[in-house]
């Protein structure tokens, strides 16, 4: 299993990449208080390379359906409580900013193809419980998505939506909460079910997946990028 470059809008990245970019993302969000430096680092560097690496339209809907909620949240806060004064904004923009940077760098290290799954997170001494609990994680996230998509897809079918965009959609969020939730429990309980019967942590334990490890341009690319967030992080 070799981590490399599939193509130019497919990379696969070095494991010990993705661990430096979820570490020093989350020092870096912490330590940072300016919310200047923090958009435009934003703007200029971690858009083009979630753009670069194909990631662009799941960072988008990470933005809508994550930041932009937490955002509004913060402005009706804002006005209810402090009436919108100034210092008020200053302080919304602040904590969104580093909320946004924090989760980013950790949507951009943890965006690892499922066929690439395993051995990355065996490559980061994950073994045991530890690592059955990681892939289950990874298992609700993307039954999360997939239950999404085809609830919608039964409601279209269905007649109760016209015409399939983002639009309309956006507006079956209320209909699709509850079999969602219960749906994804089911699926977790199902597979933990399965999970035990076959005996998986054994079976994880006795494989070994052969990883060789390989630096590609991207790797020194997101690996400069993420020390100079670090710098920027004790400079403002």
Not at 52 to 66: A, E
Request: aromatic share 14%.
């Amino acid at each position: 299993m070799v981590f490399q470059m599939a193509n130019s809008r497919k990379v696969i990245l070095h494991p010990f990449t993705r661990l430096v970019i979820v570490v020093f993302g989350i020092i870096g969000g912490a330590l940072i208080d300016d919310p200047l430096p923090i958009s435009i680092y934003y703007l200029c560097c971690l858009l083009p390379l979630f753009y670069y690496m194909g990631l662009i339209k799941r960072h988008l809907l990470f933005l809508l359906f994550g930041i932009l909620p937490i955002s509004l949240s913060y402005i009706l806060i804002y006005i209810l409580l402090r009436d919108g004064d100034s210092e008020a904004w200053y302080m919304m923009w602040q904590s969104v900013s580093k909320i946004l940077s924090i989760t980013t760098f950790i949507q951009l290290g943890l965006s690892i193809p499922p066929s690439q799954l395993f051995g990355t997170l065996k490559s980061f001494g994950l073994s045991g419980d530890n690592l059955l609990v990681i892939l289950g994680a990874f298992a609700v996230f993307e039954d999360v998505i997939g239950k999404a998509s085809k609830i919608v897809t039964a409601r279209y079918s269905r007649g109760f939506i016209r015409s399939r965009n983002t639009l309309n959609s956006l507006r079956q969020l209320p209909y699709i909460f509850i079999p969602l939730i219960t749906g994804v429990l089911r699926g977790s309980y199902i597979r933990s079910l399965s999970w035990d019967e076959k005996d998986m942590k054994y079976l994880i334990l006795k494989f070994h997946p052969r990883i060789e490890f390989s630096i590609h341009g991207i790797d020194i690319t997101i690996l400069t990028a993420s020390i100079g967030w670090i710098v920027l992080a004790i400079y403002f």
